[in-house]
């Protein structure tokens, strides 16, 4: 068995108050958990580092340890950032599963959205538009970013979610939030407005094919060799 797959008592202890007061955050002080655990501050210590890194627990002077609500993009961040770093084609391959996971997830998301849902992601796209009409134009990646996670947060799965989110920081980091061209911006918000627009008409099938379509877009995206949607 890998290193990795070591028991945390920390984890443990974190994993048993969440499951018996999940409204209960705040946690003792170090020198208590020391004691409580049976582990040595120094141990303790390592284990909260970990746990800092992966988004389980917040630290601050003040208001001390406290548990997080649980999400899965700290750790899939830490894992992504790093390949991409080493080797910057695994984007490439991170944006592949990013696109099947949004494929695969779409009807079972769009069946969660309601009526101010369509309203939101009317909003990303008008808001989108009058950057890109704008003197100077400016590229609305916030809104493209937003548009997407906004159509899958209503499904309640921090695993699809923490993925999801993951693509748009490692897009970010590969710098593909900085330029992009302005006809493909253009067709890019194209296709966003048919998914909406057929949505809203519950025809969900239509939505589904512009989203397909507009991977296949994102695909041939100019300036760039490999898919970067």
């Known amino acids: 068995m890998g290193h990795w797959r070591n028991s945390s008592e920390f984890f443990e202890y974190l994993a048993e108050t969440a499951q018996k007061d999940p409204d209960e ?16 501050v120094a141990r303790l210590r390592e284990q909260l ?9 917040d630290v601050r002077p003040r208001t001390g340890i406290r548990r997080q ?5 700290p750790a899939v961040w830490q894992a992504l950032s790093y390949a991409i770093k080493i080797d910057r084609t695994q984007f ?39 950057k890109l009409r704008g003197t100077p134009i400016r590229i609305p990646h916030y809104e493209h970013r937003e548009f997407h996670l906004s159509i899958y947060r209503r499904l309640g799965n921090p ?8 693509y748009w920081e490692a897009y970010e980091a590969v710098g593909l939030n900085v330029y992009a061209d302005y006809d493909y911006l253009k067709e890019v918000w194209g296709y966003h407005q048919k998914m909406v627009d057929a949505l ?5 099938e239509t939505g ?6 507009h991977t296949d877009l994102l695909y041939h ?8 949607w």
């Not at 959205?113 to 538009?129: P, S």
């Not at 809203?200 to 969900?204: A, N, Q």
């Open 49 to 57: 580092e970990v746990a800092k890194a992966l988004g389980l627990v």
């Open 159 to 166: 695993f699809v979610l923490g993925l999801l989110e993951a």
């Open 221 to 228: 995206r100019p300036g760039t060799e490999s898919p970067e």
């Open 92 to 130: 490439d391959h991170y944006s592949g599963l990013r696109k099947h996971v949004e494929m695969c997830y779409w009807h079972e998301a769009v069946s969660n959205l309601a009526e101010d849902d369509f309203n939101v992601l009317q909003g990303f796209i008008d808001g989108a538009w009058k």
């Open 69 to 73: 609500e649980f999400s899965f993009l």
């Open 25 to 40: 955050t705040q946690l003792p002080a170090m020198n208590l958990l020391s004691d409580e655990l049976g582990v040595s």
């Open 200 to 204: 809203k008409l519950g025809d969900v």
């Open 208 to 213: 589904y094919r512009a989203l397909v379509e």
